[in-house]
């Protein structure tokens, strides 16, 4: 089974800010990663996939890089409505999926 | 607009069984692919089933055996069928559509299930 970590696991940061989040996998999976921001009491929201791919809709500020077992995600300029947790999932094993633990970013 | 709305979800003591359902519009379930998420209190979120294909089902190892995942075409609602349940299935249960290589793409909100006695 691949595992993701997420690094770190909480974050905090001011608005304006730049954030990066990190997820690292066990073993390769290639660019077959996903990025995801979720809310308390909301849907989770598909940010990146591919590694790199902004979904559609998602702004510039979020940005994507990275293969095979290290990745990271960027938001170059925190909004307020970006304090959230984000996680990654790898697709590698579909139709099997992981999800890494999460990184919350909270607001400083 | 995609839409997915779960329901089903609720307090059942250790043992029991419940069905929660998925009701989809704005595309059809039965020509996507789809999965359930869930969310564990203060945990992360954590894959749990996915059908793809006409019939194709996949589980995670927590839940292989004890949980089915299903659709039904004429209601356009997908549904997991959860039985033998236990504290450590307590969780918000999300579903939502995949992408034919494994991407959550649209999601619900969730419902919520609880197991205590």
């Known amino acids: 089974e691949i595992v993701l970590t997420q690094s770190p696991v909480t974050l905090s940061l001011s608005p304006g800010e730049r954030a990066t989040l990190s997820c690292r996998a066990s073993?390769?999976?290639?660019?077959?990663l996903a990025w995801y921001q979720h809310k308390p009491g909301q849907a989770p929201r598909l940010l990146i996939y591919?590694?790199?791919n902004r979904a559609t809709g998602i702004p510039a500020r979020f940005s994507g890089s990275g293969s095979g077992t290290d990745f990271t995600l960027t938001i170059s300029s925190l909004e307020p409505e970006d304090f959230a947790v984000y996680y990654c999932?790898?697709?590698?094993?579909?139709?099997?999926?992981?999800f890494g633990g999460g990184t919350k970013v909270e607001i400083k | 607009e995609v839409q997915l709305v779960e329901s089903g979800g609720g307090l059942i003591q250790p043992g029991g069984s419940l069905r929660l359902s998925c009701a989809a519009s704005g595309f059809t379930v039965s020509s996507h692919y789809m999965t359930w998420v869930r969310q564990a209190p203060g945990k992360g979120l954590e894959w749990v089933s996915a059908i793809y294909s006409a019939t194709r089902t996949s589980y995670s190892d927590s839940v292989k055996g004890r949980f089915t995942i299903s659709r039904d075409h004429s209601k356009n609602t997908l549904y997991l069928q959860m039985n033998n349940l236990t504290a450590e299935d307590t969780a918000g249960y999300h579903c939502?559509?995949?992408?034919?290589?494994?991407?959550?793409?649209?999601w619900g909100q969730g419902t919520l299930v609880i197991v205590s006695s």
């Open positions: 999932q790898q697709r590698n094993t579909w139709p099997r999926l992981t």
């Open positions: 073993q390769s999976v290639s660019n077959s």
């Open positions: 939502a559509t995949l992408t034919a290589t494994g991407v959550g793409d649209s």
């Open positions: 591919d590694a790199s």
